[in-house]
């Protein structure tokens, strides 16, 4: 009768895994990796950093407010809490949305305080290596430019970076009443 001893059985396969094993990769191997989320504002295709961005969503009802500038589209209440939505096309291109239910929203927080950004179009999640950042200057609308951080392009398509903080901190984003 041939017994084995489960024992020297299992340090054996332990020694096949050990040697057949491939490295894990260390801290240096790691690539760094950008992660943003692209949007389309009018013509322009841009790209904000993922820490801005609170969330996405369709465009809830919404109640409109009197009394305030044209790209204010109005208030609604999301889970329980009032979130301004405000038209970003309107707002930075002067031409507000035709049909504002179509579009979608990126939500952001600024000091505590949520606002939904409306805008034409969510390209979803898009990731870029260090080595992707570029040098060119970002063909985009000139009332953009001041907020474009810095550009990432790939596969001949360049995505702006567009800065929430940066928008949010400007005097005119917060002057809403007419």
């Known amino acids: 009768m041939n ?15 050990r040697s057949n094993a491939g490295r894990l990769p260390s801290a240096g191997d790691v690539e760094d990796k950008w992660v943003g989320v692209g949007f389309r504002l009018g013509k322009d295709k841009l790209i904000a950093d993922m820490t801005e961005v609170g969330e996405i969503l369709d465009v809830p009802d919404f109640t409109k407010v009197p009394g305030v500038k044209s790209w204010v589209v109005g208030i609604a209440n999301v889970r329980g809490s009032l979130l301004p939505i405000m ?15 179509r579009g979608r929203l990126i939500v952001i927080d600024y000091k505590g305080f949520s606002t939904g950004l409306l805008v034409d179009e969510i390209y979803g999640m898009r990731h870029f290596f260090d080595e992707d950042q570029s040098e060119e200057k970002p063909q985009v609308n000139e009332n953009v430019l001041p907020y474009i951080k810095s550009v990432y392009s790939r596969e001949n398509e360049s995505w702006p970076v567009f800065s929430f903080e ?4 400007d005097e ?7």
């Open 3 to 17: 017994t084995v001893d489960p024992f020297n059985v299992l340090l054996d396969f332990e020694k096949r895994c």
């Open 87 to 101: 038209d970003l096309r309107g707002y930075m291109l002067g031409t507000d949305m035709q049909q504002r239910k």
């Open 166 to 169: 940066a928008m949010a901190k």
């Open 172 to 178: 005119r984003f917060s002057l809403v009443a007419l």
